[in-house]
Nanobody
Framework: QAQLVESGGGLVQPGGSLTLSCTAPGFTLDLRYYDIAWFRQAPGKEREGVSYLHHGGGRTTYADSVKGRFTISRDVAKDMMYLQMNNLNVEDTAVYFC????????????????????WGQGTQVTVSS
């Protein structure tokens, strides 16, 4: 199964920022036709969706816990997805995953991880002083 690859995770102090990136090496993922999402999973917790971007590029949805702090975006020309995270706090510590699903499946902003066809392997984000 084709996989996505995330990068940009790391250790950051509370109040700091990180930008996660996601790409599809080895195959073309035309983001004009895919709804994309970022999920995260903290130890002992279920995977939760934090941010969604409609394939049309004009609609975004955010979990209440990250609203106003996280920004999802994409670069169609580069087949790249991004998650800009600002004002991070310890509760944001988790493994972050990017995901994508063809728009024809009508899964935009689905909170069910099983709705997404393509997944990355995850990148660790740790917020600690």
């Amino acid at each position: 199964q084709a996989q996505l690859v995330e990068s940009g995770g790391g250790l950051v102090q509370p109040g700091g920022s990180l930008t996660l990136s996601c790409t599809a090496p080895g195959f073309t993922l035309d983001l004009r036709y895919y709804d994309i999402a970022w999920f995260r999973q903290a130890p002992g917790k279920e995977r939760e969706g934090v941010s969604y971007l409609h394939h049309g590029g004009g609609r975004t949805t955010y979990a209440d816990s990250v609203k106003g702090r996280f920004t999802i975006s994409r670069d169609v020309a580069k087949d790249m997805m991004y998650l800009q995270m600002n004002n991070l706090n310890v509760e944001d510590t988790a493994v972050y995953f990017c995901a994508a699903d063809h728009y024809g499946n009508y899964n935009f902003a689905s909170q069910d991880p099983n709705s997404y066809e393509y997944w990355g392997q995850g990148t660790q984000v740790t917020v600690s002083s």
